[in-house]
């Protein structure tokens, strides 16, 4: 399979090429992709060296999947002329996600709905990601009706500007300020651009993305809050539930999903922690627990590596399941 990685040289699209390399992604061809001022130079993949190509180049290629994780802009203009050379596009940005022609895709929830016909495939964000595949077998049983989420962001889902920053500050160092504050030794509530309602995009993208994937009838609102963490999201969770529920079938439900791994048992303070959660696949549930405050109520902690299940792995998983179910011609 003939395969695109658009924007290679970013710190999504370097895992994305880890993720495709241990899964051992059946690959004929590798296209790095990057910006017109990375062109021409080298990179590595695989232990074989390749050159970086612009888009341009790239589309003439044709390759059968592009993966991309280049920001909106670049996905509005350019996935669309890789669909029409027949590419399949698994899009890692906002662009497509709540547009009602493109299917927004977590493999584990509604990998099957994918045919052959959709060239253009939107990877949700990553702390929708997180949240949703937690929700999905507590939504089967018993019905959510409400969530409230807060959630507490590396500052790897800004990029690597904001790695800099925060590395800057703790040696000391003057430099590019990637958020509007120091991040080291603080919390910022504020996570993307402030929106008319009071929101951020990133706290919509949570409402909006939730309903499109599991269900338009579940409510959710959020807080989304920057932390100085250098990998892993993570989210506390309430929710209302239709129906009353049972904690051991609610840790037996989360324990059956698969890419859900339970990590909760207070009396060895095991629960999920960005640290332990760095470098892997699953979403990690703990700290589960009835909200004593109001019935059909549960609490729960929920943690991913932002950059894999959050990003790189789900897109990954995407192009398996286009290959295992032969949803494009190679």
């Given at each position: 399979m003939k395969v695109a990685v658009v924007g290679a040289t970013g710190m999504v699209g370097g895992v994305m090429m880890e993720v495709l390399k241990e899964r051992s992604f059946p690959i004929s061809e590798f296209i790095p992709v990057a910006s017109e001022r990375s062109v021409g130079k080298k990179l590595t993949f695989n232990d074989k060296e390749y050159t970086l190509v612009g888009l341009?180049?790239?589309?003439?290629?044709?390759?059968?999947?592009?993966?991309?994780?280049?920001?909106?802009?670049?996905?509005?203009e350019w996935a669309p002329k890789f669909a029409a050379v027949g590419t399949t596009v698994i899009d890692n940005?906002?662009?497509?996600?709540?547009?009602?022609?493109?299917?927004?895709?977590?493999?584990?929830?509604?990998?099957?709905l994918l045919t052959a016909d959709d060239k253009i495939i939107a990877n949700p964000n990553c702390s929708t990601i997180q949240l949703v595949l937690a929700m999905k077998p507590l939504h089967e049983k018993y019905g959510i009706k409400r969530a409230v989420v807060s959630t507490y962001q590396s500052i790897t889902g800004t990029g690597v500007a904001a790695k800099r920053q925060m590395?800057?500050?703790r040696n000391g160092v003057e430099g590019e300020m990637a958020y509007p504050y120091t991040i080291d030794q603080n919390c910022l509530p504020h996570c993307d651009v402030f929106l008319e309602n009071g929101y951020t995009k990133e706290e919509m993208k949570l409402t909006n993305e939730t309903k499109k994937i599991l269900d338009p009838n579940i409510n959710v609102t959020a807080t989304a809050v920057r932390v100085p963490v250098m990998g892993g999201h993570s989210e506390a969770v309430n929710i209302e539930f239709e129906n009353d529920f049972d904690l051991n079938e609610v840790r037996r439900l989360l324990h059956e999903q698969d890419g859900i791994t339970v990590k909760d048992d207070p009396t060895t303070n095991t629960y999920p922690m960005p640290l332990y959660a760095a470098n892997k696949d699953d979403v990690f549930v703990g700290r589960i627990r009835r909200d004593e405050s109001q019935p059909n109520t549960l609490n729960?902690?929920?943690?991913?590596?932002?950059?894999?299940?959050?990003?790189?792995?789900?897109?990954?998983?995407?192009?398996?399941?286009?290959?295992?179910?032969?949803?494009?011609?190679?």
């Open positions: 341009s180049s790239a589309v003439e290629m044709q390759p059968d999947i592009a993966i991309f994780s280049a920001g909106g802009s670049t996905s509005l940005s906002s662009a497509w996600r709540m547009h009602p022609d493109h299917k927004l895709i977590v493999p584990e929830i509604n990998g099957h590395e800057n500050e729960m902690w929920v943690v991913a590596d932002n950059l894999r299940k959050g990003a790189a792995t789900n897109a990954v998983q995407i192009a398996q399941l286009i290959l295992e179910r032969e949803l494009v011609n190679v």
